[in-house]
């Protein structure tokens, strides 16, 4: 490991001990965590823009760099703050660092890799998920501006976003080429935030329902070309997915060793719990797994920074990460006793994450799915 590494990974270590972790039960309370505070220690540290170009505020660094940062913001004792910042840092800002244009990139990406600015994604509808082509929100060109109906569902940060980069279709043409990306204040009028929904797990990051009547947005804030939007955005799935992964595997080891920690001094008819042989050759297969799943995200992002099509083995990652994030939170809470129904230890709070339908792992059926497709393609050509 590089130096500037060590030293990265120690800075976001140190912030994250004092500006996160001593807050995080008071904010999974609250159903909300302060995201201009917070995203502006992180900008003012570098964290937010790594992999960005540097004449915007980013570091330059490639793809590796920012999977490091994702890594040890899985330090973060909850499972909302990382995936709002990975919304921030890596998920509504691709498609404008690639394809903006320069006066965008001032007006919105500097500013949320700094932390200035709080960014979300438009992308979810409450009939359209997974199926990003099925989205139904609109945005007409009507002179110099497009005029927006619609609405967003399950939108990490949009009760606190400045911004958000839009997904909406820009004419009635093919669903895969009538979309396009707008970068959208979230102070205009007609912009209504009607919910900040209740979930079972992520609680610390607030999931908003955004209603558009009539928004009129300038037509200069299109990012790229008119009916590229959903092109841009298949484009950054495998860093979405890998960042994903990435984020899980720090809170999985922390459970593991927390539930040798706990059997340990646990006493139950005379022995300690963690001398009972299916506990700790449990605790030893759940170990050898994350540490599998490791190692196929290095090769992973080894190929990508090398200019590979990774998306088989994005989609094997993030499935093996979904299944093993449940897998191991259940086999470690049926260890802690009547405690593993507390809120008081981390396994439960990522038990909740785990079982909850906005993780952003999912359930694994369509990485399922993608790694098929990938098979059945190699065998066509092979």
């Known amino acids: 490991m590089s130096t500037a590494l060590q030293e990265g990974k120690r800075s976001i270590s140190s912030i994250i001990d004092k500006e996160i972790n001593p807050f995080v039960d008071k904010w999974e309370e609250e159903g909300q965590f302060p995201a201009h505070k917070v995203f502006k220690t992180l900008g003012q540290a570098g964290f ?70 709080v960014a979300c994604l438009g992308i979810s509808e409450a009939g359209a998920g997974s199926d990003v082509a099925s989205i139904k929100t609109t945005a007409v060109r009507k002179g110099d501006e497009y005029v927006i109906n619609g609405g967003k569902m399950w939108t990490t940060s949009g009760c606190q976003a400045d911004w958000m980069c839009l997904l909406a279709n820009t004419s009635e043409g093919h669903p895969h080429q009538n979309k396009s990306l707008i970068c959208l204040p979230m102070n205009l009028p007609g912009i209504h935030i009607t ?123 993030k499935l093996k990460a979904g299944r093993l994030a449940r897998e191991v939170t259940d086999s470690c809470l049926q260890f802690w006793g009547g405690m593993g129904f507390t809120s008081e230890v981390l396994v439960s709070r990522f038990y909740s994450k785990s079982l909850s339908s906005g993780s952003p792992l999912g359930d694994g059926s369509l990485d399922t799915s993608a790694v098929t497709q990938q098979l059945r393609e190699g065998e066509a050509t092979g």
Not at 58 to 84: K, N, T, W
Not at 271 to 295: D, I, M, P
């Open 195 to 317: 919910k900040k929904i209740d979930k079972l797990g992520m609680r610390s990051s607030d999931t908003a329902q955004i209603f558009f009547e009539d928004v009129r947005v300038p037509s200069k804030n299109l990012i790229g070309e008119e009916g590229m939007g959903f092109t841009y955005q298949m484009l950054q799935f495998q860093e979405e997915r890998l960042w994903g992964v990435a984020t899980v595997l720090t809170p999985l080891e922390t459970i593991i060793q927390e539930t040798i920690d706990y059997t340990r001094q646990r006493k139950a008819f005379d022995q300690s719990v963690l001398q009972n042989q299916v506990v700790h050759f449990r605790l030893a297969e759940l170990a050898t797994e994350v540490e599998l799943l490791r190692s196929l995200l290095y090769r992973t992002i080894a190929l990508y920074v090398e200019g590979n099509d990774v998306t088989k083995f994005a989609s094997m990652a």
């Open 48 to 117: 937010l823009g790594v992999d960005k170009p540097t004449e915007y505020g980013g570091m330059g660094l490639d793809f590796s760099y920012s999977i490091a940062v994702a890594e040890e913001l899985g330090s973060i004792r909850c499972g909302g703050i990382p995936m709002a910042i990975g919304v921030q840092a890596g998920m509504a800002t691709p498609a404008l660092t690639r394809f903006g244009s320069d006066e965008l990139k001032k007006q919105f990406l500097t500013p949320t890799i700094s932390g200035d600015l």
